[in-house]
């Protein structure tokens, strides 16, 4: 199972991405969907989460510069991220959690220049 995502790059300090990721609908449908990322020699850590009911959960980090939202219909989800700072830089990863097993993307690097 393959989770598809896309949308990192580089951008300057204060500007903006954002990130998708697809996955199987039978997967998707399933799934509280994440977001975590990780820099050079950092644990990976939650960015955000959303659960199949829109519940979201965002790491302390955040403040307000985030948002993640999911498309079932487009089994997809979204990350928008604002205000971006310097040590937002890291590889981001999407992940599926359903109740058996855990689903992770390959990672997207985003780099913001200061």
């Known amino acids: 199972v393959q989770l598809q995502a896309s949308g990192g790059g580089t951008v300057q300090a204060g500007g903006s991405l954002r990130l998708s990721c697809a996955a199987p609908g039978n997967i998707f449908s399933n799934a509280d969907m994440g977001w975590y990322r990780q820099a050079p020699g950092n644990q990976r850590e939650l960015v955000a989460l959303?659960?199949?009911?829109?519940?979201?959960e965002y790491g302390e980090f955040v403040k307000g510069r985030f948002t993640i939202s999911r498309d079932n219909a487009k089994n997809t989800v979204w990350l928008q991220m604002n205000s971006l700072k310097a040590e937002d830089t890291a590889v981001y990863y999407c992940?599926?959690?359903?109740?058996?097993?855990?689903?992770w993307g390959e990672g997207t690097q985003v780099t913001v220049s200061s």
């Open positions: 992940k599926a959690a359903t109740f058996f097993k855990n689903y």
């Open positions: 959303i659960t199949g009911s829109g519940r979201t």
